[in-house]
C-alpha cells in the first residue's frame, strides 16, 4: 500500500513538472511559472529518499532551463537567478531528505538493539508447561515500548511443580526495567534451587536488597524504590497449590461460573524494603483443580481509568464473560479494557492466566479447604 502511494506521489511529482513547464512556454513571458517547480522535489522528499529526490530535482532543473530557451535564453538576470534559486532550494531538500533518512537509519539499529534485549529480559512463558496451560498479555504504556515496569515470569522446579512469578516495579515505563530485571534474574536462578516457596521469596528479597540501587533509577526518581510481587507454587499432581503475596493485587480463581478473589491471610511487604521489614516464613495454601483458571494482573489493569476517571472492575467482568480457555479469556479482557480506557493506557498493563488441564494422574477435585485450616481468604464476585 505504501508503495503504491509512492508511485502515485511520484506521477503527480513528474506531471507537475511537466504541466508547469508547457503553462510556462504557452502563456509567454508576462507570467513566470518556472519558481514552482520546486514542488516537484519538495512533494517527492515526503516518500522518497536522497536519491530520487535529487533525480526529480534534476528534471526540474532541466524543465526550468527549457522555459528559459523558450523565453530569451539563459543569459537573462531573471533565468539565471531562477535557475540559482531551484539549484539551491532542490539542494536543500535533498540534504534534508538525506538527514531525515540518516535519523531513521539510526533510529531503527537503536529500536532493534531495544527490543532485542527486551525479548531477552522478557522471555514469553511456554504456553504449556507440566500440566498447566498458560496465557499471557503485556501492554507496555510507553510508547515503542514492548515492556516496562512489569514483570512475569514461570519457571519449573526440581520437585515435580511450576513455579509462577508476577509483579510491579514502582513507576512505570523503560526506567524501571533495571529493578524488574533483577528480581526476574533472581527469580529463575532461585526457581530451581529452592524447595519451599518462602526460601525462594527471601532469595529474591536478597537479591534485590544487594542489586537495587545499583539498578534503580535514581536519578529520574528520588524516591522509594519497591516492587510489589506474588510468585506460587502449582504442584503437578493434586490441586495443591500456594501463593506468597507481597503487597501485589490479589489474584482471582475461576471456577465454573464463580470468580473468588484469592486474598491473603499472610501478606508479605513489598521486595526491596530490606531493613525495614521481615519475611513471611509461611505461605498461603489454596486448589487449583483441573478446569479452574487463575488470573494474576498488575495494578496498572485495575487502575486503569475510563475517560469519566472510572476504574476499571476486572472482577466484576470477568465473572461476565465465558469463556473457554486461557487465551479466549485473555482475548474478552483486552477487548474490554481498551473499550473502557478509549484505547489509551497511562500504565504497564500485565495479564497472566494459568489453566490446570484434566490429568488422569491428577487426584479427584477437592473443595477449596477453609479458613480454620490455613487458606486463602477469599471473597466471590
Given at each position: 500500500m505504501a508503495q503504491q502511494a509512492g508511485r502515485g506521489l511520484l506521477v503527480i511529482a513528474l506531471a507537475l513538472i511537466v504541466a508547469i513547464t508547457v503553462t510556462d512556454i504557452g502563456i509567454g513571458t508576462s507570467v513566470h511559472l518556472g519558481p514552482l517547480l520546486v514542488i516537484a522535489p519538495?512533494?517527492?522528499?515526503?516518500?522518497?529518499?536522497?536519491?530520487?529526490?535529487?533525480?526529480?530535482?534534476?528534471?526540474?532543473?532541466?524543465?526550468?532551463?527549457?522555459?528559459?530557451?523558450?523565453?530569451?535564453?539563459?543569459t537573462t538576470t531573471n533565468h539565471v537567478a531562477q535557475l540559482v534559486a531551484l539549484a539551491v532550494l532542490s539542494a536543500l531538500v535533498v540534504f534534508i531528505t538525506y538527514m531525515r533518512e540518516r535519523r531513521a537509519r539510526e533510529l531503527s539499529?537503536?529500536?532493534?538493539?531495544?527490543?532485542?534485549?527486551?525479548?531477552?529480559?522478557?522471555?514469553?512463558?511456554?504456553?504449556?508447561?507440566?500440566?498447566?496451560?498458560?496465557?499471557?498479555?503485556?501492554?507496555?504504556?510507553?510508547?515503542?515500548?514492548?515492556?516496562?515496569?512489569?514483570?512475569l515470569a514461570v519457571a519449573r522446579a526440581d520437585h515435580p511443580c511450576t513455579r509462577v512469578?508476577?509483579?510491579?516495579?514502582?513507576?512505570?515505563?523503560?526506567?524501571?526495567?533495571?529493578?524488574?530485571?533483577?528480581?526476574?534474574?533472581?527469580?529463575?536462578?532461585?526457581?530451581?534451587?529452592?524447595?519451599?516457596?518462602?526460601?525462594?521469596?527471601?532469595?529474591?528479597?536478597?537479591?534485590?536488597?544487594?542489586?537495587?540501587?545499583?539498578?534503580?533509577?535514581?536519578?529520574?526518581?528520588?524516591?522509594?524504590?519497591?516492587?510489589t510481587a506474588i510468585m506460587l507454587d502449582i504442584h503437578d499432581h493434586g490441586p495443591q497449590?500456594?501463593?506468597?503475596?507481597?503487597g501485589h493485587p490479589p489474584p482471582l480463581l475461576i471456577r465454573g461460573d464463580q470468580v473468588t478473589v484469592l486474598n491473603s491471610r499472610r501478606p508479605a511487604p513489598p521486595l526491596g524494603l530490606c531493613a525495614l521489614c521481615t519475611r513471611n516464613e509461611r505461605s498461603d495454601p489454596f486448589?487449583?483443580?483441573?478446569?479452574?483458571?487463575?488470573?494474576?494482573?498488575?495494578?496498572?489493569?485495575?487502575?486503569?481509568?475510563?475517560p469519566t476517571g472510572a476504574f476499571y472492575p476486572l472482577a466484576e467482568r470477568v465473572a461476565s464473560f465465558r469463556a473457554s480457555g486461557p487465551d479466549a479469556l485473555l482475548h474478552r479482557i483486552h477487548r474490554d479494557l481498551l473499550a473502557h480506557t478509549g484505547e489509551q493506557l497511562t500504565d504497564d498493563a500485565a495479564f497472566l492466566i494459568i489453566e490446570r488441564t484434566p490429568s488422569r494422574h491428577l487426584h479427584r477435585p477437592h473443595l477449596m479447604a477453609h479458613a480454620g485450616d490455613g487458606s486463602l481468604p477469599s471473597m466471590t464476585v
Amino acid at each position: 500500500m505504501a508503495q503504491q502511494a509512492g508511485r502515485g506521489l511520484l506521477v503527480i511529482a513528474l506531471a507537475l513538472i511537466v504541466a508547469i513547464t508547457v503553462t510556462d512556454i504557452g502563456i509567454g513571458t508576462s507570467v513566470h511559472l518556472g519558481p514552482l517547480l520546486v514542488i516537484a522535489p519538495t512533494l517527492t522528499a515526503s516518500f522518497a529518499g536522497p536519491r530520487l529526490t535529487a533525480l526529480v530535482g534534476a528534471l526540474a532543473q532541466a524543465a526550468l532551463v527549457i522555459i528559459s530557451v523558450f523565453h530569451g535564453g539563459l543569459t537573462t538576470t531573471n533565468h539565471v537567478a531562477q535557475l540559482v534559486a531551484l539549484a539551491v532550494l532542490s539542494a536543500l531538500v535533498v540534504f534534508i531528505t538525506y538527514m531525515r533518512e540518516r535519523r531513521a537509519r539510526e533510529l531503527s539499529r537503536v529500536r532493534s538493539v531495544a527490543e532485542t534485549a527486551q525479548r531477552i529480559l522478557l522471555r514469553p512463558p511456554p504456553r504449556r508447561i507440566g500440566p498447566l496451560r498458560v496465557a499471557w498479555l503485556y501492554l507496555a504504556a510507553e510508547d515503542e515500548a514492548q515492556i516496562g515496569g512489569d514483570l512475569l515470569a514461570v519457571a519449573r522446579a526440581d520437585h515435580p511443580c511450576t513455579r509462577v512469578l508476577i509483579g510491579d516495579v514502582r513507576g512505570h515505563g523503560l526506567a524501571s526495567i533495571g529493578e524488574a530485571s533483577v528480581v526476574m534474574g533472581a527469580f529463575r536462578e532461585g526457581a530451581h534451587r529452592y524447595g519451599s516457596l518462602p526460601e525462594l521469596v527471601s532469595a529474591v528479597e536478597e537479591s534485590v536488597c544487594r542489586n537495587l540501587e545499583e539498578v534503580a533509577d535514581t536519578a529520574h526518581d528520588a524516591g522509594e524504590h519497591f516492587i510489589t510481587a506474588i510468585m506460587l507454587d502449582i504442584h503437578d499432581h493434586g490441586p495443591q497449590a500456594e501463593m506468597l503475596n507481597c503487597g501485589h493485587p490479589p489474584p482471582l480463581l475461576i471456577r465454573g461460573d464463580q470468580v473468588t478473589v484469592l486474598n491473603s491471610r499472610r501478606p508479605a511487604p513489598p521486595l526491596g524494603l530490606c531493613a525495614l521489614c521481615t519475611r513471611n516464613e509461611r505461605s498461603d495454601p489454596f486448589t487449583l483443580e483441573p478446569g479452574d483458571m487463575l488470573l494474576l494482573y498488575t495494578d496498572g489493569v485495575i487502575e486503569a481509568r475510563s475517560p469519566t476517571g472510572a476504574f476499571y472492575p476486572l472482577a466484576e467482568r470477568v465473572a461476565s464473560f465465558r469463556a473457554s480457555g486461557p487465551d479466549a479469556l485473555l482475548h474478552r479482557i483486552h477487548r474490554d479494557l481498551l473499550a473502557h480506557t478509549g484505547e489509551q493506557l497511562t500504565d504497564d498493563a500485565a495479564f497472566l492466566i494459568i489453566e490446570r488441564t484434566p490429568s488422569r494422574h491428577l487426584h479427584r477435585p477437592h473443595l477449596m479447604a477453609h479458613a480454620g485450616d490455613g487458606s486463602l481468604p477469599s471473597m466471590t464476585v
